[in-house]
């Protein structure tokens, strides 16, 4: 099984937001929204977006909001 995650990090590195769903294409439509909505300033100040892949449910941070 593939999951995808989605994670906003802010510039201390804590996630600040988790979303996971094993639908590849909800999971890339989540990543494109987020980059899109970081501000100017938010990108300046070091906030990220990562999108990963893992193979259990167990490798999601306990924060994550589960789609499906």
Do not use: F
């Not at 201390?12 to 909800?26: P, T």
């Not at 439509?29 to 501000?39: A, E, F, M, P, V």
């Not at 100017?40 to 892949?53: E, F, H, V």
């Amino acid at each position: 099984m593939k999951i995808w995650v989605n994670e906003q990090i802010d510039p201390s590195g804590i996630i600040y937001a988790c979303v996971a769903s094993c639908d590849e294409e909800l999971a890339l439509d989540c990543y494109q929204n987020w980059q899109q909505n970081l501000s100017d300033r938010q990108k300046q100040d070091g906030w990220t977006i990562r999108l990963r892949t893992v193979n259990s449910w167990d490798e999601i941070p306990v924060n994550a909001m589960k789609l499906s």
